[in-house]
């Protein structure tokens, strides 16, 4: 199964806003609601950011957001802070082969 | 508190077998359905296997079906991957991961552990 494809790396200043993209096809991110978002810091478990395509979970700051536009999903991080700084991957149920696929990742850096 | 611990990880030859345990604690294993999900050195995540409550439904990534087989005893509340044939590309950290929100394979990850360390190199 093909893996989602997100920019390897994506930027932006303390306060400021930026969105991750999430590109798959209609089986899975355009498919259903099943569209989720992790966190990761060096050396860590991943972290449940945004589930649901747009839901967030207790705890998740609101400067978390989820969307989606057809086969592309998106995760915006608004007013960044410097402990932003960490890999988020996107993941989405893959349809009909009860599998699970996850973005590459993106590297976000807080400048 | 919700923990998972992996154990068992290790370095092995190719073609080798190891065998993964998680170690629940802090819910009511019996009652959540559970993943293995692994990560290369220095790439993303990759999902690798899921097991229903009863064990009823059980699906494997590509990469690995027919070589890897998941596995859960819910009276030790611990959660099982055996892994055999073994080769240089399932070397990865491999975190058990369950959702709080529902039994269904496509539901989100709320809970990880720490990971587990699977090297394979001659």
């Known amino acids: 199964q093909s893996t989602l494809t997100q920019p390897p790396s994506a930027s932006g200043s303390p306060g400021q806003s930026v969105t991750i993209s999430c590109t798959g096809t209609?089986?899975?991110?355009?498919?259903?609601?099943?569209v989720s978002w992790y966190q990761q810091h060096p050396g860590k478990a991943p972290k449940l950011m945004i589930y649901?395509?747009?839901r967030r979970p207790s705890g998740v700051p609101d400067r978390f957001s989820g969307s989606r536009s057809g086969n592309t999903a998106s995760l915006t991080v608004s007013g960044l802070q410097a402990d932003d700084e960490a890999d988020y991957y996107c993941?989405?149920?893959?349809?009909?082969?009860?599998?699970?696929?996850f973005g590459g990742g993106t590297k976000l850096t807080v400048l | 508190e919700v923990q998972l611990v992996e154990s068992g990880g290790g370095l092995v030859k190719p073609g080798g077998s190891l065998r993964l345990s998680c170690a629940a604690s802090?819910?009511?294993?019996?009652?959540?359905?559970m993943n293995w999900v692994r990560q290369a050195p220095g790439k993303g995540l990759e999902w690798v296997s899921f097991i229903s409550t009863t064990s009823s439904h059980i699906y494997y990534a590509d990469s690995v079906k027919g070589r890897f087989t998941i596995s859960r005893d819910d009276a030790r509340n611990s959660l099982f991957l055996q892994m055999n044939s073994l080769r240089a590309e399932d070397t990865a950290v491999y975190y058990c991961?369950?959702?709080?929100?529902?039994?269904?394979?496509?539901?989100?990850?709320?809970?990880w552990g720490q990971g587990t360390l699977v090297t394979v190199s001659s």
């Open positions: 802090g819910l009511t294993f019996s009652t959540y359905s």
């Open positions: 991961a369950t959702s709080a929100r529902g039994i269904q394979n496509w539901r989100p990850l709320d809970y």
């Open positions: 649901e395509v747009y």
């Open positions: 209609s089986s899975d991110v355009g498919g259903d609601n099943y």
């Open positions: 993941c989405s149920d893959a349809g009909i082969n009860n599998l699970r696929v």
